[in-house]
């Protein structure tokens, strides 16, 4: 119940394209979604949240689709730079004293 | 630069030894978590530490113990060090009590057990 699902584990798209990595989860109590960018040999930054009242938060080129129902929760990347290959985690937090992250989606960019 | 300090940058030790891993929050961050991501893993949250006191627990061994200290740095320390126990190790810091708002993460601390 306190896992957080995420696919794909790895993800080649050519530069323009759109990058799409999905999320799903099982606890309802969970009340906060984030999704952090990671670069190698950094520790992971937050690039967007969104909160359950909410179907949809666009920043940008980055975009999260909510789907309470469904339980899961997706990352969109429009027109995908070069600079955006990177690894993406989504999470998970209920209350906030823990949250839970996904395995990860290393995104890969082509020029 | 997140504003959180993790030291050392690496760390190379032997099997059965000792190690600390030291944590300085985000300046007025109270909230200080630690998380342990091996190679091709997630992050798996070990631990979290409000103003001093233990808020909660993940997969932390009963070999690693941490502690946040009145300055609100934070030690993570791991002992009887097994191959398997070589990974990065982040800290993260926020300003409440849990991370329902940014939370921001160290460089993290490359721990390898030889």
């Known amino acids: 119940q306190q896992q957080v699902k995420q696919s794909p584990q790895s993800l080649i798209v050519q530069k323009g394209g759109i990058s799409i990595i999905n999320c799903a989860y099982e606890n309802t109590a969970f009340d906060y979604f984030p999704w952090y960018q990671q670069f190698p040999g950094k520790g992971p930054a937050l690039l967007i949240a969104?909160?359950?009242?909410?179907s949809e938060k666009k920043e940008g080129r980055f975009t999260i689709s909510f789907n309470k129902s469904a339980k899961q929760f997706s990352l969109h990347i429009m027109d995908s730079q070069p600079g955006d290959s990177a690894t993406y985690f989504c999470a998970a937090s209920n209350g906030g004293f823990k949250t839970i992250f996904g395995a990860g989606t290393r995104l890969f960019v082509k020029a | 630069d997140s504003g959180v300090t993790q030291t050392p940058k690496h760390l190379i030790t032997a099997t059965g030894q000792r190690v600390t891993l030291r944590c300085s929050p985000r300046s007025g961050d109270l909230s200080v978590y630690w998380y342990q991501q091996s190679l091709d893993q997630g992050l798996q949250f070990l631990i979290h530490y409000y103003n001093g006191e233990e808020r909660a627990k993940g997969n932390i061994l009963e070999r690693f113990s941490a502690q946040q200290f009145p300055d609100l740095h934070s030690e993570l320390n791991l002992s009887s060090l097994e191959l398997g126990d070589s990974a990065l190790y982040f800290c993260?810091?926020?300003?409440?009590?849990?991370?329902?708002?940014?939370?921001?993460f160290g460089q993290g601390t490359r721990l390898t057990v030889v």
């Open positions: 993260a810091s926020s300003a409440t009590t849990g991370m329902n708002t940014e939370a921001f």
């Open positions: 969104i909160r359950p009242d909410v």
